[in-house]
């Protein structure tokens, strides 16, 4: 194959998703576009790379150019949500059911891929919950995995020293194994509304 196509190919087919052929099938079309369109494509790239970064307190993505958009006065601070990744927070915005503030964890507990405590954004998690003084009602949204639901009953314990908050878990519209991410808004605003207390 071509040094330069070979290239490109593989750059692309490093992204999620997408296998060797669909990545030859990209490179060839950015082959066919005008030149503007690749370098807005580039410029928007290293924009996206440059200035998106994840919110101090609560790990969503912001603009470094603004504040944080779930972590402002027009948010619920009695309710908090608990999610995997910075993208859950997309999903679950999408069902229009959450009104509150948000803590991405950056992943759950995985012993066997060697992911502890220490590596999640718990004790983040603990300061900003014992801190909170508005703070009622704690929804964990991991996804309904073995390991999400481990973490879940981890993130339980661990704050079920805070007096008078409540800890709630996605109730079981979501199939077990499915991802947030990935699972349509009406399931997910189902799942919030008939939410369950976390049993720990
Ligand atoms: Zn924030």
Do not use: W
């Amino acid at each position: 194959m071509l040094p330069e196509l070979n290239q490109v190919t593989s750059l692309i087919a490093a992204l999620p998703g997408i296998g060797r052929k669909s990545a030859q099938r990209i490179a060839l079309h950015f082959l066919k576009q005008d030149v503007g369109y690749l370098n807005r494509f580039i410029e928007g790239l290293q924009d996206f790379y440059e200035n998106v970064v994840c919110c101090e307190t609560c790990g969503a993505l912001r603009s470094v150019r603004e504040p944080c958009e779930f972590c402002g006065p027009n948010r619920d601070p009695s309710v908090l949500c608990v999610v995997e990744q910075p993208s859950d927070i997309y999903a679950i915005e999408s069902s229009g059911e959450h009104h509150g503030l948000y803590h991405v964890l950056m992943g759950v507990l995985s012993p066997l891929d060697g992911v502890g405590p220490e590596d999640l954004t718990l004790r983040q998690l603990k300061e900003r919950v014992m801190q909170s003084t508005t703070l009622r009602e704690l929804i964990i949204a991991t996804n309904p995995s073995v390991e999400g639901n481990a973490t879940a009953h981890y993130i339980g314990r661990l704050l079920s020293d805070k007096p008078g908050l409540k800890l709630s878990r996605l109730a079981s519209g979501l199939a077990l194994g499915s991802q947030l991410e990935f699972a349509d808004s009406q399931s997910i605003s189902l799942s919030l509304r008939a939410r369950v207390p976390l049993e720990t």
